[in-house]
C-alpha cells in the first residue's frame, strides 16, 4: 500500500502513527481477501435480476409519454431538441450535458426536458423544481429520463467540450467533486476516487476514472431495487448529497450540473447502459 | 389502467422459456406508511398463461411477491406461431392480458 | 449482457373474446385460497393446504442467491426431476406471511419455475413438490438478507 | 459574528481578489469571501477563477434543508487544505512541496490540539452498545431530526465484528483490532486501561476517534468528538458524545467484544 517516496519522507515525521497505519493496512489486505466470497455472492444475486430488468417497464411508460399530448399547451415533446435537433431522440443523451443555443446554458437531460416541458407543453419550470422527486410532473421526468437514455444503450459517450461554458462546467464540476465540507468533512472524492471500495456491500465507482464515471454515468437513470421505482442523476447526486451531510442541492441547479459535466466527460468513450440496475 | 407486461420468448429445441415482468405494486399489507399506518394489502392473487387458448399454468400469488413482478417458466413442444398469453388480476378486481408469439 | 432486451416482444393489446375467456376461467377454476395466505407459520400452511408434512428431497434443486443486498427483491428458482410433479409451493420460512405463491403446473410445461419475492430478513427459502400421486417434498436454501447503503 | 465577517471583507478586498463577486447579501459575503481569504493565506496554488466561478454556482445552487444549513458549506482550513489534495492513492501521500508539508503538519496539529481525554479518567463503556452505534449510519443528514444523536457509520468503511457481512471497504479492517495488537485477555485489558492515560494503543484509539485529522491530516474519516467552528451554527455539538466514543473504544478494545473473537 505505502509507496516509498514522497510519502515515506511524511511518514518519517510522524512515525508512531505509521507505525499503528501500517498496522492497519496490513489487516485491510486481509479483509479484501475475505470479501471475496461475500463479492462473489452479491455477484451472483445482481446478475439474476440483471437478466430482467423492472426498468423496462418504466421505459415503455416514458416513450407513451413523450408521444402524448400533455400540459396547459397539450403538445406532446416530440419536437424537443435534446442537442441532436428536434425530435431526434437516439443518441442524444450520451451527448449530454452540452450548451444550448437558445437557453444559453449547459444542460443534463433533465434540466433539458424541463425546459421543453415549459416551452413546449406549457409546464411551470419553477413548480416542477419546487415538487419532490417521484411526485407529480417529477415522476414523469424519471419516466422520460428513463425512456431517452435507453435511446442511446450501447452508443459510446462523447459529451461535448467545444463550447467555452462546456469547459467551465467541467472545470467548476471537478472543483466541487473535490470540495470538502459539512458536519463530516465529506467531498464526493471521499469515496469516488479510489478502485474496487464500497460502501456496506456497495461498490463505489470510481468516478476519476473513465471505467468509474463510465459505471456511474452511463447506468443512471436506474431501477432502485430498495425504491422499487426509477431513480434519474439528479436524484441520486441529491441523495449522495444528502449522504454527505451537505445542504439540498436545487434540483436541475449549475452544481448538479457540471457534476454531470464532470462524469460524463471523464465517461467520454465507455459505453452506455441505463437504465441500470441498483440496489 | 393496468400498464402493460414484457414478456420475452426464448425458444431452441421445441421448449421455449418465458419471462414476464409485471408492472404492479405488490403491497405486502406488512408495509407502515409514514404516519405509521398500515399500508393495506394490494398484490395480484391469480396470474395464468394459456397457450393457442388453453391454460398450460396457473398460480396464485400473496404480497410476498416483489413489486413489479417477474416469473419464468418453460413451455414444451412449443412451435412458431403459438400464442402465448399471460393473465393476472389483483385483490381490487383488476385484471391485464397481453400476449406473445413464439417465433 | 442485456443483449436481446430491445427485440423484446411486446403485444399490448388487450384481446376482447381472450379476456373474457381468462375472467371466465379466474372464476371457475381458481378459488384464492386466502386461508393459506393467512397462515402465520409454514405447520400452520401445511394444514390450511390439507398437505401432510413433506419429506426433504435431493431431486429437489433450489437456485437462490447466498446473499442478498436487499430484501426486497430476491429471485428464487426451483427445478426438480419428478416427472410427475402437479403443483409447487413457494414459502420465505420467516416471513410474516410465509407463503408466497403456489404454482399449479400441466403437461405442457416443465417443471423449472423462477419468481422474485420479499425476504423480511435472513430467512430459508422452501419448495415443495406436490406429485401427482399425493407425494410431497420438499427441500431448503437460506438467503440472508444484509443490510445495505449508508443509511444504516 | 460581525467582527470576523468585517475582518474577512477587509482582508479580501486588500488583496483585490473577490470585490466583483462579494454579493450584498450577510450569508454570502460571510461563505465566500473568508473561503478565498484563508484559501490565499493558505499558499494553495489553485486557479482562482475557476474557485470563484464555482463557489459563486455553489451558492446558487443550494439551499438549506432541515438541520442542513448553508453554513456548513463553508469550510474551516483543514476542509480547505484537504480540498486540494487530489489524486491521492494513499492518505497519508500528500504533496512533494516542502510548504505543503509545512501546511499540513500545521493542519494536523491544529488538530490534535483539539482532543481532550474523557472527563472522568475513564476512556471505557459498553461494547455492546458500541457494536449499535457503529452499526448506525444516521444523524447530521437534512432528513435526520437535529435533536436525535447521530451513529458512528463505521460498518459504512470498516469489517468489525466478524459477524456482520455487510462492511465497506474505504477504511482498513477493524476486525481483531485489539487481538492483532497485543490485548488478548481481559488481564491485558485490565492492565493497559489502568494506564489509560499512557497507554499509547489506548491513547490512539481515542485520538483518532475523537479526531482523525491529528493522525492523518486528509483521511476520509469523520472527526467525530470534536465541535468545529462551522457546526456550532444552525446544531451544535460533535457527531459522537464522550459517552458515545467511550463504547466504541470498548467495542474495538474489550477483549469479549465480538470485534476480538
Redo the contacts between chains.
Keep these: 500500500m505505502f509507496s516509498f517516496n514522497t510519502p515515506f519522507k511524511f511518514v518519517l515525521k510522524h512515525l508512531g502513527a505509521a507505525l499503528l497505519y501500517a498496522y492497519a493496512w496490513s489487516a485491510f489486505a486481509q479483509a479484501q481477501q475475505l470479501g471475496v466470497s461475500t463479492d462473489a455472492a452479491l455477484a451472483q444475486y445482481r446478475s439474476m435480476l440483471q437478466d430482467a430488468n423492472p426498468a423496462d417497464l418504466y421505459v415503455a411508460k416514458g416513450q407513451a409519454l413523450w408521444t402524448k399530448a400533455r400540459g396547459p399547451k397539450a403538445q406532446s415533446l416530440e419536437s424537443c431538441d435534446l442537442g441532436l435537433g428536434p425530435g431526434v431522440v437516439k443518441g442524444a443523451w450520451v451527448q449530454m450535458p452540452r450548451y444550448f443555443n437558445d437557453t444559453r446554458r449547459v444542460q443534463d437531460l433533465e434540466s433539458r426536458l424541463v425546459t421543453c416541458m415549459e416551452a413546449i407543453q406549457g409546464f411551470n419550470t419553477q413548480e416542477i423544481i419546487a415538487q419532490d422527486f417521484s411526485k407529480g410532473e417529477r415522476a414523469n421526468i424519471a419516466l422520460l429520463a428513463a425512456y431517452v437514455s435507453s435511446e442511446s444503450q450501447g452508443m459510446t459517450f462523447k459529451v461535448p467540450q467545444e463550447h467555452a461554458l462546456e469547459r467551465e462546467m467541467y472545470a467548476s464540476g471537478q472543483e466541487l467533486f473535490y470540495m470538502r465540507g459539512g458536519t463530516h468533512d465529506f467531498s464526493c472524492a471521499s469515496c469516488h476516487t479510489q478502485d474496487g471500495r464500497r460502501i456496506r456491500l456497495q461498490d463505489l465507482p470510481n468516478l476519476s476514472t473513465s471505467a468509474g464515471a463510465g459505471f456511474a454515468f452511463g447506468t443512471w437513470p436506474a431501477y432502485r431495487v430498495s425504491m422499487g421505482s426509477i431513480w434519474t442523476m439528479q436524484q441520486r447526486l441529491a441523495d449522495c448529497f444528502r449522504q454527505q451531510r451537505f445542504p439540498k442541492p436545487k434540483y436541475v441547479s449549475p452544481a448538479t450540473v457540471a457534476l454531470s459535466v464532470f462524469m460524463g466527460v471523464n465517461a467520454s468513450g465507455q459505453v452506455a447502459d441505463a437504465p441500470g440496475l441498483k440496489r | 389502467m393496468s400498464?402493460?407486461m414484457?414478456?420475452?420468448?426464448q425458444s431452441a429445441g421445441g421448449?421455449t422459456t418465458v419471462?414476464v415482468?409485471?408492472?404492479h405494486?405488490m403491497e405486502?399489507?406488512?408495509r407502515k406508511d409514514e404516519d405509521g399506518k398500515i399500508v393495506p394489502i394490494w398484490n395480484i392473487?391469480?396470474v395464468?398463461?394459456?397457450?393457442n387458448?388453453?391454460?398450460?399454468?396457473?398460480?396464485?400469488?400473496?404480497?410476498?411477491?416483489?413489486?413489479?413482478?417477474?416469473?419464468?417458466?418453460?413451455?414444451?413442444?412449443t412451435k412458431p406461431g403459438d400464442k402465448l398469453?399471460i393473465?393476472w388480476?389483483d385483490n381490487k378486481g383488476d385484471?391485464?392480458?397481453?400476449?406473445?408469439?413464439v417465433? | 449482457m442485456r443483449t436481446g432486451r430491445r427485440e423484446v416482444l411486446k403485444k399490448g393489446a388487450l384481446v376482447a373474446g381472450l379476456l373474457m375467456q381468462s375472467l371466465g376461467y379466474l372464476r371457475s377454476a381458481n378459488a384464492y385460497q386466502q386461508n393459506a395466505f393467512d397462515a402465520k407459520s409454514v405447520l400452520d400452511l401445511y394444514k390450511s393446504l390439507g398437505l401432510s408434512v413433506p419429506v426433504e428431497s435431493k431431486q429437489i434443486t433450489l437456485t437462490t442467491p447466498e446473499i442478498a443486498e436487499n430484501g426486497a427483491v430476491v429471485q428464487v428458482a426451483a427445478n426438480t426431476t419428478y416427472n410427475n410433479i402437479k403443483r409447487w409451493i413457494f414459502m420465505v420460512e420467516k416471513n410474516p406471511v410465509p407463503l408466497v405463491a403456489i404454482f399449479n403446473l400441466t403437461e405442457d410445461v416443465t417443471p423449472a419455475v423462477t419468481l422474485r419475492c420479499k425476504f423480511a430478513q435472513t430467512s430459508d427459502f422452501l419448495a415443495v413438490a406436490q406429485l401427482n400421486d399425493g407425494k410431497v417434498f420438499f427441500a431448503r436454501k437460506e438467503v440472508k438478507v444484509t443490510l445495505g447503503g449508508c443509511g444504516g | 459574528m460581525q467582527s470576523f465577517i468585517q475582518k474577512c471583507r477587509v482582508s479580501c478586498s486588500t488583496k483585490g481578489l473577490c470585490s466583483g463577486l462579494i454579493a450584498s447579501t450577510l450569508l454570502l459575503s460571510l461563505l465566500s469571501s473568508c473561503s478565498w481569504t484563508q484559501q490565499t493565506n493558505l499558499g494553495i496554488d489553485t486557479d482562482r477563477s475557476v474557485q470563484e466561478k464555482t463557489l459563486s454556482l455553489v451558492f446558487e445552487s443550494f439551499e438549506p434543508k432541515g438541520q442542513a444549513e448553508l453554513h456548513r458549506l463553508k469550510q474551516d482550513r483543514t476542509q480547505q487544505f484537504c480540498s486540494t489534495q487530489r489524486g491521492l492513492k494513499d492518505q497519508s501521500q500528500l504533496t512533494q512541496s516542502t510548504t505543503q508539508d509545512q501546511l499540513a503538519e500545521q493542519i494536523r496539529l491544529e488538530n490534535q490540539a483539539l482532543i481532550t481525554p474523557p472527563k472522568d479518567g475513564n476512556y471505557f463503556g459498553d461494547f455492546k452498545r458500541g457494536e449499535l452505534i457503529a452499526q448506525d449510519g444516521r444523524g447530521k443528514t437534512w432528513s435526520d431530526p437535529s435533536e436525535s444523536p447521530s451513529g458512528g457509520n463505521c460498518y459504512n468503511c470498516h469489517r468489525i465484528s466478524k459477524n456482520e457481512l455487510s462492511y465497506g471497504t474505504l477504511g482498513p479492517s477493524l476486525y481483531q483490532f485489539a487481538k492483532l495488537r497485543g490485548i488478548n485477555s481481559a488481564k491485558d485489558f485490565a492492565q493497559a486501561s489502568q494506564n489509560s492515560s499512557t497507554d499509547p494503543l489506548i491513547q490512539y484509539t481515542w485520538g483518532v476517534l475523537m479526531n482523525s485529522k491529528a493522525y492523518n491530516v486528509c483521511t476520509v474519516m469523520p472527526r467525530f468528538g470534536v465541535t468545529l467552528n462551522h457546526k456550532t451554527q444552525g446544531h451544535g455539538g460533535p457527531i459522537l458524545n464522550e459517552q458515545q466514543i467511550k463504547d466504541l473504544m470498548s467495542l474495538l478494545l474489550d477483549p469479549r467484544s465480538p470485534v476480538n473473537e
Design positions: 400498464d402493460p414484457r414478456i420475452r420468448l421448449l419471462k415482468l409485471m408492472s405494486e405486502s399489507g406488512q392473487q391469480d395464468f398463461a394459456t397457450l387458448g388453453r391454460v398450460v399454468m396457473s398460480s396464485e400469488w400473496g404480497g410476498g411477491v416483489s413489486k413489479n413482478p417477474f416469473l419464468q417458466f418453460v413451455l414444451k413442444g398469453s393473465t388480476r385484471t391485464r392480458t397481453d400476449e406473445a408469439v417465433s
